[in-house]
């Protein structure tokens, strides 16, 4: 059996939980810390991570646990420099997204890794996910070029107000969480973005930057897309989740579940908050758009369901098992870290093009 891979985990909100809990019961795995700058005055340590060493100092949380690997959940504006201190350690590296705040940092990590031979995964949850991996598949047959409509708001109650609040130091929304579906956008495309447009709103007295944003996306086959994301109390639960791909020969749309949410009634979250909800799909519907003779449509729309879907705690320890296996088999990752890349140029120049009220040309 191959030696555990010792892993220095960074961050233990949402995501950092999640994933050092997927560690924790890997057995490819061996957690020899956890660090956050506040952790020591943390009452809320999960129990099964009760009792490993505790560390609010990255620096000597690196010299004192000599990781492998280490995994980064902490705000965005850290996750350059913890990656850059990480590979120059020879450590491999699992990030959550977005790989950096700018370009130029972005760049230099994925730059390390490649010098140093060192595995870097980006938690793009949505490329281990099997729902959307099959919207993708399915939006690839419906011709060119594409519109794709694709969005994520969330009202910000009870302990999403301050990490709304505190992501938004960092990020505004369109950015942090937009890498997501600019990536999905390019895989169904499969095309050169080169055009990008961008609009805001501050509608939050409380948060340092804009909280509403909407990018739009233009490929060099003809496609088009936007993304639009906003964090705040004062949010809209209508039409929050929007996913939804058409093409010439028809469309394909997630069909999400608005149901009651147990992490709602559990933590007073809104339901478009719930961390849960980001990833839940039920079904995905979709429309063929051939016509008879007579013009009716010759095909009925299909749902195909998507009910035993993981959850996402399963989805980060799927995201783990690649990492995993990343590092043992020494997997080719350039795909994947050039992708990283390329979604955050986009909702950066989505930033760009509102703070300089312009449409930015992507080189």
């Known amino acids: 059996m191959a030696d555990k891979v010792k892993i220095l985990v960074v961050g233990l909100g949402n995501m950092g939980a999640s994933h050092a809990s997927a560690y924790h019961r890997s057995e490819g795995f061996e957690?020899?810390?956890?660090?956050?700058?506040?952790?020591?005055?943390?009452?809320?340590?999960?129990k099964e991570l009760a009792g490993y060493p505790l560390y609010e100092d990255f620096d000597l949380a690196l010299k004192e646990t000599k990781p492998d690997a280490v995994s980064i959940n902490s705000w965005p504006n850290t996750h350059a420099e913890y990656a850059l201190k990480a590979i120059a350690a020879n450590c491999h590296v699992f990030m959550e997204k977005p790989l950096a705040t700018n370009i130029e940092d972005a760049e230099k990590v994925v730059a390390a890794a490649r010098a140093k031979n060192r595995k870097l995964v980006l938690g793009y949850i949505?490329?281990?996910?099997?729902?959307?991996?099959?919207?993708?598949?399915?939006?690839?047959?419906?011709g060119k070029p594409l519109v794709?409509?694709?969005?994520?708001?969330?009202?910000?109650?009870?302990?999403?107000?301050?990490?709304?609040?505190?992501?938004?130091?960092?990020?505004?929304?369109?950015?942090?969480?937009?890498?997501?579906?600019?990536?999905?956008?390019?895989?169904?495309?499969?095309?050169?973005?080169?055009?990008?447009?961008?609009?805001?709103?501050?509608?939050?007295?409380?948060?340092?930057?804009?909280?509403?944003?909407?990018?739009?996306?233009?490929?060099?086959?003809?496609?088009?897309?936007?993304?639009?994301?906003?964090?705040?109390?004062?949010?809209?639960?209508?039409?929050?989740?929007?996913?939804?791909?058409?093409?010439?020969?028809?469309?394909?749309?997630?069909?999400?579940?608005?149901?009651?949410?147990?992490?709602?009634?559990?933590?007073?979250?809104?339901?478009?908050?719930?961390?849960?909800?980001?990833?839940?799909?039920?079904?995905?519907?979709?429309?063929?758009?051939q016509v008879d003779g007579d013009k009716n449509f010759s095909k009925p729309d299909e749902i195909v369901s998507m009910e035993d879907e993981p959850g996402h705690q399963e989805l980060c320890d799927r995201e783990q098992a690649f990492f995993l296996r990343a590092i043992r088999e020494d997997l080719d990752l350039t795909e994947q870290m050039d992708a990283a890349v390329n979604s955050l140029r986009i909702v950066l120049a989505a930033e760009q093009s509102i703070a300089e009220k312009r449409t930015v040309e992507l080189a």
């Open 31 to 46: 957690i020899v810390g956890i660090m956050s700058r506040s952790i020591k005055g943390n009452k809320k340590i999960p």
């Open 126 to 142: 949505l490329r281990v996910h099997p729902s959307w991996i099959k919207f993708i598949e399915v939006g690839k047959t419906l």
């Open 148 to 289: 794709m409509r694709l969005n994520l708001n969330q009202q910000s109650s009870g302990t999403a107000w301050h990490w709304h609040k505190n992501l938004i130091d960092s990020l505004i929304p369109i950015v942090d969480c937009g890498v997501h579906y600019v990536d999905v956008m390019c895989q169904l495309t499969g095309a050169k973005p080169v055009r990008v447009h961008g609009i805001g709103a501050k509608l939050w007295a409380e948060a340092d930057k804009q909280n509403y944003g909407h990018l739009h996306v233009t490929f060099d086959d003809g496609s088009v897309g936007w993304y639009e994301a906003g964090w705040g109390p004062m949010m809209s639960e209508t039409a929050y989740f929007v996913k939804d791909v058409v093409g010439p020969k028809g469309a394909v749309s997630i069909v999400a579940g608005q149901g009651a949410s147990s992490a709602k009634d559990a933590e007073d979250l809104s339901d478009s908050a719930d961390i849960d909800r980001h990833t839940k799909t039920d079904a995905l519907k979709i429309h063929y758009a």
